[in-house]
Structure formats: C-alpha cells, structure tokens
C-alpha cells in the first residue's frame, strides 16, 4: 500500500478559549510558512469572505502548514453542538485529530463533545495539554481526566495510546513534559508527522472527491472544498457531480486551489489526499461526490447540519 508521506489531515478540536486560534498561529508562524504581518491580513481577509449558502456557515477553514517536505493541513472545527453535523463532515475528510485541553480548566462540555465524535470515527487522537504557563495548571490531573474521558466514551485500545504534548501556545513553547518546554513548535510537528496516518495512495483509481463545505467567490462562483478521496482530479476535467436523488449533472472543473497558511492559492491537478477546493459547478451542494462520468461512483453521504439539541 503507497502512503502519501508528503500529506497529514488533522482536525483541531477543542473546549471554546482552550486555545485553538492561538496555537495554529504558532504552528503557522514556526513553520514558516508566512511571516508574521502577512499571517495577521490573510486571517482579517478571511473572515470577511465568509459566505452562508443555504444555512450553512463555513465556520471551519483549512490551514495548510508546510513543514518539512510535508503539508499539514489543520482543519479547524465549531465546539458547540449545534454543529454537531458540520463537526461530523470535517472529521470525515482528517485521520486523526488534535484535542486541546486547557491545563488547568480540564475537559469541559465541547471537550466531550468534540471528541466522542472523533472517537466514532475512529480517528487518531493527539493530545496537547496547552496554557502549561498558567500558575495553576495541574497538568497530570488534567490528563488523569482526559484520560477516563477517553474511556468513558470507548475509544479502542489504539486510541487509548495517545500521545501528550504540553505546551503554552501563547509564548510558543512545546514539549513532551510540562517542565520540559522547549521554545519552539518543533516537537508537536514531529508529534503529528510520527503519529498521524498519511493518505493511502490511489491515484491510479477514478476520482472520488467529495463536497464537505461550500465557499463562494465574486470571480468563480460556488466552490466546494473536500478531500480528493480517490484517483486525481485536473483543471479543464469533464466530471459528473453525483446528487442526492440519484441523479448526475456533468461540469468542467474550471478552477482548483489548494492552500497555503490560509491562503487559497491556484493549482492545476489534486490527488488522493489532498484537501482541495474545485469551482465550476453552480448547483453543488455538500456531501455529493464529484466523479469521472466512467465511473459514476457515490461516496455515502454526509449528514447535513441539524441542531442537535442535547450534549451527549
Ligand atoms: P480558542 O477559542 O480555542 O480558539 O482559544 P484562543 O486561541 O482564542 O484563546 C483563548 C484565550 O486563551 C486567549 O485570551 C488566549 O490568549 C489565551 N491563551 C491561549 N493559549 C494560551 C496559553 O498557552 N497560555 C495562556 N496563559 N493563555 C493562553
């Protein structure tokens, strides 16, 4: 089985204010992969191109950090319940996850939240105990706490083996004990790459690419953002999109951008693995998948979002 080594896909998940924001800003500006006022305009131009298309709102966004010879793309996720479907189509597209948790506050209701349903899904867990610079963070109670949750909540025995960080993502430190911090984001990279699965390979095979979010741009109209999940996928391709009710519509890929930092940038051809965004097909709608007309081919569908009203 050919891996793509040069890929990780991981969702970032975490309580609200347990420090998510903060340390994909320290990957971002460790890995070099923009200086720090350049990072600062691309999160404000973000934001302001947010979109909602039918109820959905793309409060998830790719970070692709290039570390390495390698691209880590960071998806970031919604705590709150309410996005319990949105949560579920982002963890379809990573194979494993980045659990934050705040050193001193411990695993709070979106901990639980977020991570029963990584653990559903059988992702591969990382833990990262951040704001270890707190006076009062209590560190090995905190993960004595994770740890039951993860229990509780029936992760499998390869789950269970989840590696720890600690960290301060606010100075951007990080190490694997929390008095052994070292000033840089290194041993989390390291972390990620040792212990994420890549991609499996199959770019030989017919496209599978399948819509988990939708974005809308001025100049190239509707664009949906998923995994290549199979084969290859190319600018200029006739492709069909596969819809709910069985049916198919065909379209040319008129554009594709892959992503660096939190920029979308131009490309011509995505492979299996690959976190991409495709524009050329107006009525796009999330969880269809878009094909080579050959082989009209399904993934299952994805849920769309429907509030979910308790916490479990
Ligand atoms: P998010 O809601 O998970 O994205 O959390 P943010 O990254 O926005 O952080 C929430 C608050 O916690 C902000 O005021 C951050 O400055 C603070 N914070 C984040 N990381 C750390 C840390 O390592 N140590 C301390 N002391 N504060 C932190």
Do not use: W
Not at 17 to 41: A, C, I, M, P
Not at 214 to 243: A, H, P, T
């Amino acid at each position: 089985m050919n891996l793509r080594e040069d890929i990780r896909n991981i969702a970032i998940i975490a309580h609200v204010d347990h420090g998510k924001t903060t340390l994909v800003d320290q990957l971002l500006k460790y890995s070099g992969t923009f200086r720090d006022n350049e990072q600062v305009d691309e999160r404000a131009m973000d934001s302001g191109d947010i979109e909602r298309e039918r109820g959905i709102t793309i409060l998830a966004k790719n970070t692709a950090i290039k570390y390495k010879d390698h691209t880590i793309n960071i998806l970031d996720t919604p705590g709150h319940a309410d996005f319990g479907g949105e949560v579920e189509r982002i963890m379809k597209m990573v194979d494993g996850v980045l659990l934050v948790v705040d050193a001193y506050e411990g695993c709070m209701p979106q901990t639980r939240f977020v991570l029963k349903k990584a653990l559903e899904q059988r992702l591969t867990p990382i833990v990262v105990l951040n704001k270890i610079d707190r006076p009062n963070a209590r560190p090995s109670e905190v993960i004595d706490e994770v740890l039951d949750l993860f229990i509780e909540l029936g992760a499998d025995d390869d789950q269970l083996e989840f590696p720890v960080m600690y960290a301060s993502a606010l100075n951007g430190t990080s190490g694997e004990e929390p008095e052994d911090q070292q000033e840089t984001m290194d041993p989390i990279f390291e972390t990620i790459l040792e212990h994420i699965p890549a991609p499996v390979d199959n770019a030989d095979e017919p496209l599978q690419f399948q819509v988990t979010l939708l974005d809308y741009n001025e100049y190239v109209g509707r664009i949906g953002v998923g995994r290549v999940f199979r084969g290859s996928i190319k600018v200029g391709q006739q492709v069909v999109v596969m819809k709910e009710d069985g049916t198919k519509k065909s379209f040319r890929v008129s554009k594709l951008f892959g992503f660096i930092g939190l920029k979308r940038i131009e490309i011509e051809e995505a492979k299996t693995g690959d976190i991409v965004a495709v524009a050329g097909m107006e009525d796009l709608n999330v969880g269809e998948t878009i094909c080579p007309e050959s082989h009209p081919e399904a993934l299952p569908v994805l849920r769309i979002d429907e509030p979910t009203l308790q916490m479990t």
